[in-house]
């Protein structure tokens, strides 16, 4: 045979192979059509029926409720650098009181525990767990000794958490997140997922941009509608609640054992678990409206509302072979693994449906290679027929009005709606910017999607012939924000000699009882008095200790102002100098709050220390005057314990006015403080 002939043959086979691309295509993006109009369709619906019944969800809800112990689980393997700052982000910023934070980390990553020792030294409601094994295990075997010592703490403290939270350690979770947990657990849901939303990154950055679109896409639509026809939610392992009730169940089913072990997608297995012993799993998109700065056209600042989601935030990997991981990661327990654990044996259509989604990437990243590798020949071809006249012709690949012609017209069709509704999803998180980028990073994400497959393959078929086993393959994560952790009180006390460490002891033994801050226990023994405290907090927070009188507050500036983010914070606005605007408080105010505060006033801050009392005292003057200074205390607790939001105030201090009713019943007057918040404010 001649070489033309051979390379007819070759030709022939690509024909064929278009045919079998296009069909798996085709088959893949009508189930995605599907999901597109059951989403449009159940939203009009939504629109012009429940809406106009039932108003929007008001966020205020959440404040209503009394708060049930949660128990935080963050499973951590080599997070030096992460896992400090994610856990006292969250305890520095949660609107919840009533929580506690277990983070699981193994014998032998010295580096990890010392770095959560330093969060747990600063929280009374941080605590460290160390596995048994060493690491890595697998994050299902970190988490089930983490869950294993939060049954022992319950036993210990005799308490009951009604609700145990997954995170990663890289997640920043949004402050409103455990009040909306609490609130949906009394309504009897045992699973709550909510939205996951990476960090915006760099235009360039297609590996990392392409998690924005994937998941502005799955957690904006397919994740509802998935919820409204079958009532299956897979956790996404970050941002998940687990009711008492459903851990029970899963240990029950696990001899002991909360998660399945040998599975890299334990979230999505548990999900599954729960969904087949008919409990209920729900998925919590809610809608916050902030109040942010911006400049409008002629370069003035203006205040202006949007709506963010309660939802978590983390980075995602920006490398495209940390991105091959991740994705083979999550392919091998989805596909693989759930293919042979959970299988296809289950009643109804609906079921079969949706595992079929969730394993049909071994499919389609089959087709989209094949198509990758198809549309290169074909433009080889035509470049080759364009350089040179000496070229053999053969009969058209797709005839105009075949088969294939009209199959490829519809997937035409089928990939401008992908791109239109991915731009869609993407604009609602990210922008206009984010849905333009969208459109080259579908290309980009499915050649990451391929390769992850590749990788997923090769590493199953190891497995299988007994050349590998699968570890905690876990990909390293970057955290947005810095904290630092100063030096604690009583090593203070100690360095300057103003107690011994049987005397420091005691005094960190009726700590743990009573939760009393460590000055407020010293003050009260007459170790130390007030000043003398606020200097010793100084050097703690490498803060400048200053004496404060009236004349040197800047009322302008304090008018500007929150007064409620003041109070909450004890802060007091100093009158500018040197182009600096001072702002003292009674320790250290946490970077969030100043840089807030430096949107408003426009002006940079520089921070400093005074004593509590003084602040107190010109905070009542200034602030709230109105207020009695038993209201006022009460107020200030109210905001520092996040007993309600803060837009609601000036609602409950004009019913103060116009009824004469005190602070508490005011509140109340308005469903807030129920019996165990009041109990607080009373303590």
């Given at each position: 045979m001649e070489f033309i002939d051979f390379f007819g043959i070759y030709w022939l086979i690509i024909k064929y192979l278009i045919y079998f691309a296009a069909i798996i295509i085709l088959l893949s993006s009508l189930d995605d059509f599907f999901i597109d109009c059951y989403y449009w369709i159940r939203r009009v619906w939504r629109k012009i029926t429940v809406y106009k019944k039932h108003p929007p969800f008001n966020v205020n809800e959440l404040y209503k409720n009394e708060e049930k112990p949660i128990a935080i689980m963050v499973p951590a393997w080599q997070e030096t650098g992460v896992v400090a700052e994610m856990a006292a982000l969250?305890?520095?910023?949660?609107?919840?009181?009533?929580?506690?934070?277990?983070?699981?980390?193994?014998?032998?990553?010295?580096?990890?525990q010392a770095e959560v020792d330093q969060v747990v030294n600063h929280y009374h409601n941080v605590h460290k767990v160390v596995t048994h094994d060493p690491g890595p295990t697998s994050k299902s075997d970190c988490l089930n000794n983490v869950i294993e010592q939060i049954f022992m703490f319950e036993k210990r403290h005799n308490i009951e958490f009604e609700a145990f939270v997954l995170h990663d350690a890289e997640d920043v979770i949004h402050p409103l997140e455990l009040k909306l947990f609490n609130h949906l657990l009394g309504k009897g849901n045992d699973l709550i997922q909510v939205p996951v939303v990476p960090f915006e990154r760099k235009w360039y950055e297609f590996t990392a941009g392409h998690y924005e679109d994937e998941f502005a896409e799955t957690h904006g639509k397919d994740m509802l509608v998935r919820e409204s026809i079958l009532g299956f939610v897979p956790?996404?392992?970050?941002?998940?609640?687990?009711?008492?009730?459903?851990i029970k169940k899963l240990v029950e089913l696990h001899d002991g054992e909360v998660f399945i072990l040998g599975t890299l997608t334990e979230d999505y297995n548990l999900g599954f678990e729960l969904f087949r012993e008919n409990m209920k799993l729900i998925f919590a998109r809610v809608p916050v409206t902030i109040e942010y700065t911006a400049k409008n056209a002629f370069g003035k600042p203006v205040t202006r509302k949007k709506e963010v989601l309660v939802a978590v935030r983390e980075f995602f990997p920006?490398?495209?072979?940390?991105?091959?991981?991740?994705?083979?990661?999550?392919?091998?327990?989805?596909?693989?693994?759930g293919w042979k654990s959970i299988g296809w044996n289950y009643p109804g259509l609906a079921t079969k449906y949706i595992l079929f989604r969730d394993r049909k990437a071994i499919f389609t990243n089959l087709a989209n290679l094949l198509?990758?590798?198809?549309?290169?020949?074909?433009?080889?071809?035509?470049?080759?027929?364009?350089?040179?006249?000496?070229?053999?012709?053969?009969?058209?690949?797709?005839?105009?009005?075949?088969?294939?012609?009209?199959?490829?017209?519809?997937?035409?069709?089928?990939?401008?709606?992908?791109?239109?509704?991915?731009?869609?999803?993407?604009?609602?998180?990210?922008?206009?910017?984010?849905?333009?980028?969208?459109?080259?990073?579908?290309?980009?994400?499915?050649?990451?999607?391929?390769?992850?497959?590749?990788?997923?393959?090769?590493?199953?078929?190891?497995?299988?012939?007994?050349?590998?086993?699968?570890?905690?393959?876990?990909?390293?994560?970057?955290?947005?924000?810095n904290t630092t952790l100063s030096m604690r009180l009583g090593e203070l006390c100690l360095e300057h000699n103003l107690l011994d460490h049987t005397e420091l002891d005691k005094v960190l033994e009726e700590q743990k009882v009573t939760h009393k801050p460590l000055g407020m226990i010293l003050m009260e023994k007459s170790i130390l008095n007030e000043e003398d405290l606020t200097k010793l907090l100084s050097i703690q927070n490498d803060l400048e200790y200053i004496d404060v009188g009236a004349d040197e507050l800047d009322h302008s500036a304090i008018k500007k102002a929150d007064p409620y983010i003041l109070l909450e914070h004890d802060i007091l606005i100093l009158k500018k100098h040197n182009g600096i605007q001072p702002f003292v408080s009674s320790g250290q105010v946490v970077d969030v709050v100043v840089d807030k505060c430096e949107s408003v006033l426009k002006n940079n801050i520089e921070l400093f220390i005074t004593k509590s009392s003084t602040i107190e005292s010109l905070q009542h003057q200034t602030l709230f005057k109105d207020l009695s200074m038993d209201e006022f205390r009460q107020l200030k607790m109210i905001l520092k314990h996040k007993m309600l939001p803060k837009n609601i105030m000036p609602q409950i201090l004009s019913h103060r006015e116009q009824t004469g009713d005190d602070l508490i019943t005011s509140c109340q007057y308005f469903g807030f403080l129920p019996a165990g918040q009041l109990q607080r404010i009373y303590i």
């Open positions: 969250a305890a520095s910023t949660f609107e919840y009181y009533n929580y506690h934070i277990f983070i699981g980390t193994y014998p032998n990553d010295p580096d990890t956790s996404a392992g970050v941002g998940t609640a687990l009711s008492r009730k459903a920006s490398t495209f072979s940390t991105a091959v991981r991740q994705k083979s990661r999550w392919i091998i327990g989805i596909v693989f693994q198509a990758y590798f198809l549309v290169l020949n074909v433009l080889i071809m035509m470049f080759y027929a364009k350089m040179t006249t000496d070229t053999w012709w053969y009969p058209e690949l797709v005839p105009p009005g075949s088969f294939l012609w009209t199959l490829l017209i519809l997937n035409a069709f089928f990939l401008l709606n992908r791109v239109v509704q991915r731009m869609y999803f993407t604009y609602l998180n990210f922008g206009v910017r984010g849905a333009l980028l969208s459109v080259p990073r579908i290309i980009w994400g499915n050649i990451i999607n391929i390769f992850a497959m590749w990788r997923a393959t090769v590493q199953v078929l190891n497995i299988k012939s007994g050349v590998n086993n699968l570890s905690w393959d876990k990909t390293t994560h970057d955290f947005p924000v």
